[in-house]
């Protein structure tokens, strides 16, 4: 079992930032990858952004690309993401979700977290 829980989320201004964090513990060496996604109210989830644990390069989605930045502390096993330039079209729960590929589908991964709201006012 992998635990994940995300926090950092909180209300913020468009055009405004915030990074979020996602702490992982448990059997956290059976998942090879990592994943953000969202989900806004009446939308399904959406990918964000996902990489291998072991890897340098990350896979975003063409809605955030530029805008948001994940990284790691493979030591603290804690994952972040950086949001800039925030829309308000931004405004979702995100989640982290842990998995053996960073595939951009929810189904590809086992393990998920609670996640965290993000609100972006214009």
């Known amino acids: 079992q992998v635990q994940l829980v995300e926090s950092g989320g909180v209300l913020v201004q468009a055009g405004g930032s915030l990074r979020v964090s996602c702490a992982a513990s448990g059997r956290t060496f059976s998942s090879r990858a990592m994943a953000w996604f969202r989900q806004a109210p009446g939308k399904e989830r959406e990918f964000v952004a996902g990489f291998y644990w072991s890897g340098d390069s990350t896979r975003y989605a063409d809605s955030v690309k530029g805008r948001f930045a994940s990284s790691r502390d493979n030591a603290k096993n804690t994952v972040y993401l950086q949001m800039n330039s925030l829309k308000p079209e931004d405004t979702a729960v995100y989640y982290c979700?842990?998995?053996?590929?960073?595939?951009?589908?929810?189904?590809?991964?086992?393990?998920w977290g609670q996640g965290t709201q993000v609100t972006v006012s214009s």
């Open positions: 979700a842990a998995g053996f590929a960073p595939v951009p589908h929810p189904q590809g991964y086992n393990y």
